[in-house]
Structure formats: C-alpha cells, structure tokens
C-alpha cells in the first residue's frame, strides 16, 4: 500500500491552511519543549481570553474533536462517513487533583454515549485512564506489593535476594534470570518455604495455588492467586486472596461467593500472613483498599454501561510505578468481559524492555483462561518521567536505550499477537459486543439472575485476541499489513484495527481506510484548560511523532498548492477568435478539414 497525501483532499481550504500552520510550529523542537511556558507568559500578557481564542482556532481545533459532546458527535460521525472509527476521550490531566473524583465517572459515561451516536457496523472506542478513577499513590501502592509477590516468586526459584533488593529491579531480573518461565515441583516448593522460613502446611498450600493442577507451580499460577485479582477458570473465580474487604467486595460484584473453594482460601491467607510476617510483602492499608473498592465500582458501571452501548473500552498505560496494578485490573476483568469477544483492552508499550515478556504473558493468560486477549499496541509516552525516576531512585532504566530498538521491538511485539490471532481463529472475535447467549454484555450476576448462566456454560469458550496498532509509523503500518496478508488475516478482520491521533498521520489513517482496513482516530474532547495540558504533554513526550511532522506539513502544503494554484495550471489556453498560431516562415498555419 502507498500512503498517498490525496486523503486530505476533502479538507476545506481552512482546514489545510491550519494544518499546514499547526504542524510548522509542531515541527520546531524549542517550541515544543517551552510549550507549556509560552503558554504561561500568553495569559499573563494577551490574557486568558486572548490566548483561548487563538489556540481554539489553531491547535484545538487541528487535534480535538470539540469541547462538549456534542462537537465530538458530530466530528465522530463525519469520521464514520469517511470509513474511520472513533476512540472517543474526555481529556483531563487529573494528576494530583482528587477532590472531584465522581465527576470523572460521568465524563467516561458520556464518552461512552459519544462513541455509541457515532457506531454503525463496526463498534467505536473509549479510552481513559484508570489514575483519573482512584488516587495516583494508590496505584502505586498496588504496584508495590505486586511486585513483592514477583520478588518472592524469584527467592523460592533460587534469584539471590540480593540481586532483588530494588523493586524497581525486580521485573527486569525476573526476566533476565528466566524466573518468569521457571517451574517448581512439590518438593522444591516446600525446600524454598522452609528455607525461607514461611511455615504453612506446603500440601494444601500447593494444591491451593496449582490452578492448572499439572503438578508444577509457574510463575502465572503463582502471582495472579496472591494477588487482589486472580484468573478466571471455567467462567468461576477460583480463588482470591481473602483477608480483607476488598476480596468480599469483588466477589459479591463479580461472581457467586460459594464459587471459591473454601478449603483453599484460609490457607492461601495464613501464607499471606506468613509472608506478611516474616517481612516479605507488605500488607495492602485499609485506605488503599477502599481507594481499590471505589475503583472496583466505577469500573463496574463503565464496563456495563460499554457492553450495553456496543462500545469497547480501551485502558491506557500510564508510568511504570503504577502500571503492573492496572495490569491487574485487565487479569481480572478481561475474563468476564471478553468471552468469545474482546470488550477490554489492555495497553502495551514498547519501548519498556519487559513489554514482550508481559505480551507473550497476556496471551498465555487468555489461552487458560479460554478467552479473548484485548491488546493495544503503542510505543510509549513517558518516557521523560521514566528516565528521571530510574535515575533518581537508583534502579535500571526500563526505557529501551535507542529509537531503533523500539522500532524493532513493536514489529517484533506485532508479529506475535498476529500470529496468535491467526492461530486461534480470528473468526469467534464477533464485530457486535453480543455475549454467547445473545445479550449485550449484561454483567456476571445479571446472567444468574436472569437463569441464563448455564445456557452460558454451555456454550464453548475459545481462546482468542484483538489487537489495536496504535502508531504513526508508517513502516511499522505497512509490516503490520504485509504479516496480516501472509497469515491469511483479512483486511476487514474485527480482529485487527489501526489508531492514530486525530491531526496527525492522516496520509495513514485514510489510506487504510481507502484499503479496506480498519482504521481509528482517537477524537479527544472537553474544555480547552482540560484538553491543553492533555496535548501539551503529549506533545513533549512524543517528540519523535511530532517529528513526522515535516513530512505531514509538506502534505498539507502540497495538497494546498494544489487547491488553490492547480486551476491555473490545468486551465486550457483560450485562444482568440479569428486568430491561429504563426508558422516560422511568417505565415498562418492552415487548418485541416
């Protein structure tokens, strides 16, 4: 396929114009950089009205969709004529400001409503991010301990604890040690309990955290049963750690408490104890634990409110200090949502050295559990603030060291979700989030309240995945296409979506479309001192997408050109009447009959 810059031909002459303007002052790496003072010193000297005016006539309107639900359905629905799906987002830099947390709830809700108007065949998107729904330190929290849980996991495959001082380490040397595909036996199991001096009846405690009941503890088994979220097994919790509300909270939510083997619970929770006790994790405080259930309850609402509406529901990565618990949250969640079907997506990022050791976990997870993997695939947007905290706390680097290595990683991380698409039958991935007995995606226990949960067991469930390439890269675009074409994965595949940021990439985003696949903008919406920051950042962070930029405004330049000089240039030449062209001789040439 050839990305051709003819997509902007049905862009008003304003709107190249614009572009044209936008992407010159985006492609001036000083201005990026300063962005957000510039900012600063044009209200204090144009005023905050003056400032407004003219970003809402420049940059607002290139990149958002709108600031109120209205715009973005009318822009989202001028996306749909074209071909293009949407992923709607009410952007609001929540960070550090935690006084309204119920309103975020209602904004997710009305995304939800904007991508449902703007749904035809296909369903739209929503995105958010899971540190606008509970406290950032929460998660962080959450993060810690989960990572406690993996550190331990290495001590009982022999990891030198030592080498697992620094949490921030931990991930990076499970992976580079083999921990994460290392197994254990009964009896090495109980050698390393006892060696560490955790005492609990190491019988019971095996069987308890064998879910696959093979004879063999994996990494999988291990951390997701000592966590607050576990696997799903057969549609039934099979069990999750119970000492504290936050266990009795999910699964009056989610499923039916008798579902949890009783005789493992307490043993599992007396090794958590143990654990707790001898100093090798840290117990979860109460406020974190409300902070989850809140959490739990929001997301509860949004997830019903999407399934309800056909729309999917996408969530972001954020910083690695608080990403493995949203990890956590995907574990648990993909399960009950995404049976035959993918409703939730979970996001990656490749320029974190772990992303392929956490990709290739995900899929694992959904082949056990017989369910459908959502992934989106990105590059990366924090790369700044994960440099800085990796330096300022002492642990290494997650970010991969070159451009070049990132590039290389996504391809890679690419190719292996494709592979795992083709192999498992793209075609169980229905387009219409409609659940195995024909509702649209009605929750858990509204399935057994309603008799139909064992008309649900009774259809099959299959292991699966969809992915979404969310990237500006046109080769990275163009691989994705040629490995499809070779796996036998059709361009129209529900499967396999594209994403771009509106404003940018459009070359990309409508040459897809023009070729039947499957592309997406993400259409951000709000109030200007909402959505600003939002782009501001995003800008700063992502400089080698803003460095497209040259190429893109040479598009819009040319394609401008061409709108307003080309007439001339395709006019034919009038000629006067009674007049005709001269000969070199001084005389009229004749005219042929």
Same mark, same amino acid.
């Given at each position: 396929?050839?990305?051709?810059?003819?997509?902007?031909?049905?862009? &008003?002459?304003?709107?190249?114009?614009?572009?044209?303007?936008? @992407?010159?002052? !985006?492609?001036?790496?000083?201005?990026?950089?300063?962005?957000?003072?510039? @900012?600063?010193?044009? +209200?204090?000297?144009?005023?905050?009205?003056?400032?407004?005016?003219?970003?809402?006539?420049?940059?607002?309107?290139?990149?958002?969709? *709108?600031?109120?639900?209205?715009?973005? =359905?009318?822009?989202?629905?001028?996306?749909?004529?074209?071909?293009?799906? !949407?992923?709607?987002?009410?952007?609001?830099?929540?960070?550090?400001?935690?006084? =309204?947390?119920?309103?975020?709830?209602?904004?997710?809700?009305?995304?939800?409503?904007?991508?449902?108007?703007?749904?035809?065949?296909?369903?739209?998107?929503?995105?958010? %991010?899971?540190? *606008?729904?509970?406290? *950032?330190?929460?998660?962080?929290d959450v993060t810690e301990s989960l990572l406690e849980v993996r550190r331990l996991w290495g001590m009982l495959v022999g990891?030198?604890?030592?080498?697992?001082?620094?949490?921030?380490?931990?991930?990076?040397?499970?992976?580079?040690?083999?921990?994460?595909?290392?197994?254990?036996?009964?009896?090495? $199991?109980? %050698?390393?309990?006892?060696?560490?001096?955790?005492?609990?009846?190491?019988?019971?405690?095996?069987?308890?955290?064998?879910?696959?009941?093979?004879?063999?503890?994996?990494?999988?088994?291990?951390?997701?049963?000592l966590s607050p979220f576990c696997m799903l097994a057969d549609s039934q919790i099979d069990q999750i750690v119970a000492s504290?509300?936050?266990?009795?909270?999910?699964?009056?939510?989610?499923?039916?408490?008798?579902?949890?083997?009783?005789?493992?619970?307490?043993?599992? *929770?007396? $090794?958590?104890?143990?654990?707790? &006790?001898?100093?090798?994790?840290?117990?979860?405080?109460?406020?974190?634990? #409300?902070?989850?259930?809140?959490?739990?309850?929001?997301?509860?609402?949004?997830? +019903?409110?999407?399934?309800?509406?056909?729309?999917?529901?996408?969530?972001?990565?954020?910083? &690695?200090?608080?990403?493995?618990?949203?990890? !956590? $949250? =995907?574990?648990?969640?993909?399960?009950?949502?995404?049976?035959?079907?993918?409703?939730?997506?979970?996001?990656?990022?490749?320029?974190?050295?772990?992303?392929?050791?956490? @990709?290739?976990?995900?899929?694992?997870?959904?082949?056990?559990?017989?369910?459908?993997?959502?992934?989106?695939?990105?590059?990366?947007?924090?790369?700044?603030?994960?440099?800085?905290?990796?330096?300022?706390?002492?642990?290494?680097?997650?970010?991969?060291? &070159?451009?070049?290595?990132?590039?290389?990683?996504?391809?890679?991380?690419?190719?292996?979700?494709?592979?795992?698409?083709?192999?498992?039958? #793209?075609?169980?991935?229905?387009?219409?989030?409609?659940?195995?007995?024909?509702?649209?995606?009605?929750?858990?226990?509204?399935?057994?309240?309603?008799?139909?949960?064992?008309?649900?067991?009774?259809?099959?469930?299959?292991?699966?995945?969809?992915?979404?390439?969310?990237?500006?890269?046109?080769? =990275?675009?163009?691989k994705c296409m040629e490995t499809m074409e070779i796996l036998g994965i059709p361009p129209s595949s529900p499967n396999v979506?594209?994403?771009?940021?509106?404003?940018?990439?459009?070359?990309?985003? #409508?040459?897809?479309?023009?070729?039947?696949?499957?592309?997406? %903008?993400?259409?951000?919406?709000?109030?200007?001192?909402?959505?600003?920051?939002?782009?501001?950042?995003?800008?700063?962070? +992502?400089?080698?997408?803003?460095?497209?930029?040259?190429?893109?405004?040479?598009?819009?330049?040319?394609?401008?050109?061409?709108?307003? #000089? /080309?007439?001339?240039?395709?006019?034919?030449?009038?000629?006067?009447? /009674?007049?005709?062209?001269?000969?070199? /001789? /001084?005389?009229?040439?004749? %005219?042929?009959?």
């Open positions: 396929m050839k990305l051709s810059w003819s997509a902007l031909g049905q862009r &008003t002459n304003t709107d190249l114009l614009r572009g044209w303007f936008v @992407l010159r002052m !985006c492609g001036i790496q000083w201005v990026v950089r300063n962005s957000t003072s510039l @900012l600063q010193y044009s +209200n204090r000297f144009l005023g905050r009205s003056v400032t407004d005016a003219v970003i809402r006539r420049t940059i607002f309107a290139h990149f958002a969709a *709108g600031e109120n639900r209205i715009a973005a =359905s009318v822009k989202s629905q001028d996306l749909r004529a074209r071909g293009i799906g !949407c992923i709607t987002d009410y952007a609001a830099e929540m960070e550090g400001d935690q006084d =309204s947390i119920g309103e975020p709830l209602q904004h997710k809700l009305g995304a939800i409503d904007v991508a449902r108007a703007a749904a035809t065949s296909a369903p739209n998107f929503m995105a958010f %991010k899971c540190s *606008g729904l509970m406290d *950032g330190q929460a998660l962080t990891i030198p604890p030592q080498k697992l001082e620094t949490l921030g380490n931990v991930r990076h040397v499970l992976n580079a040690e083999g921990a994460t595909t290392a197994t254990l036996g009964h009896d090495n $199991f109980a %050698k390393a309990m006892t060696e560490l001096g955790i005492q609990v009846d190491t019988d019971l405690l095996f069987s308890a955290l064998d879910k696959t009941q093979d004879g063999t503890l994996d990494y999988l088994d291990f951390v997701d049963s504290s509300s936050l266990v009795k909270y999910t699964l009056q939510k989610f499923t039916s408490i008798e579902s949890v083997p009783s005789q493992f619970s307490p043993i599992v *929770g007396q $090794f958590v104890n143990e654990c707790v &006790t001898k100093k090798h994790i840290t117990q979860i405080s109460e406020e974190t634990h #409300f902070e989850l259930e809140s959490l739990f309850s929001q997301l509860h609402t949004i997830f +019903n409110a999407a399934a309800k509406s056909n729309v999917k529901l996408l969530l972001d990565a954020e910083e &690695t200090w608080m990403q493995p618990a949203i990890d !956590c $949250f =995907s574990t648990l969640l993909q399960p009950m949502y995404n049976v035959n079907r993918a409703l939730v997506y979970n996001t990656f990022q490749c320029y974190l050295l772990v992303t392929p050791y956490n @990709l290739e976990r995900a899929l694992q997870r959904a082949t056990r559990g017989r369910y459908h993997a959502g992934v989106k695939l990105v590059r990366g947007a924090y790369m700044v603030a994960e440099r800085k905290r990796a330096e300022k706390h002492g642990y290494i680097s997650p970010i991969q060291p &070159t451009i070049a290595d990132t590039h290389e990683q996504y391809d890679k991380c690419a190719a292996s979700v494709l592979s795992f698409i083709a192999k498992h039958s #793209f075609a169980t991935c229905h387009t219409s989030l409609e659940t195995p007995d024909g509702s649209h995606g009605a929750a858990p226990e509204q399935h057994a309240e309603d008799g139909t949960a064992k008309k649900k067991e009774k259809r099959q469930r299959v292991a699966g995945a969809s992915v979404m390439f969310a990237t500006h890269n046109d080769a =990275s675009v163009v979506v594209f994403a771009q940021i509106m404003g940018m990439a459009d070359d990309i985003t #409508f040459s897809l479309a023009q070729h039947g696949y499957q592309p997406y %903008k993400l259409a951000v919406y709000g109030p200007i001192g909402c959505v600003l920051p939002w782009l501001l950042r995003r800008a700063q962070e +992502n400089s080698s997408a803003l460095g497209r930029a040259v190429l893109e405004r040479k598009m819009f330049a040319r394609a401008l050109k061409n709108r307003l #000089f /080309g007439w001339v240039l395709r006019r034919p030449l009038q000629k006067k009447p /009674g007049t005709a062209k001269k000969e070199p /001789g /001084g005389g009229q040439k004749k %005219k042929k009959h």
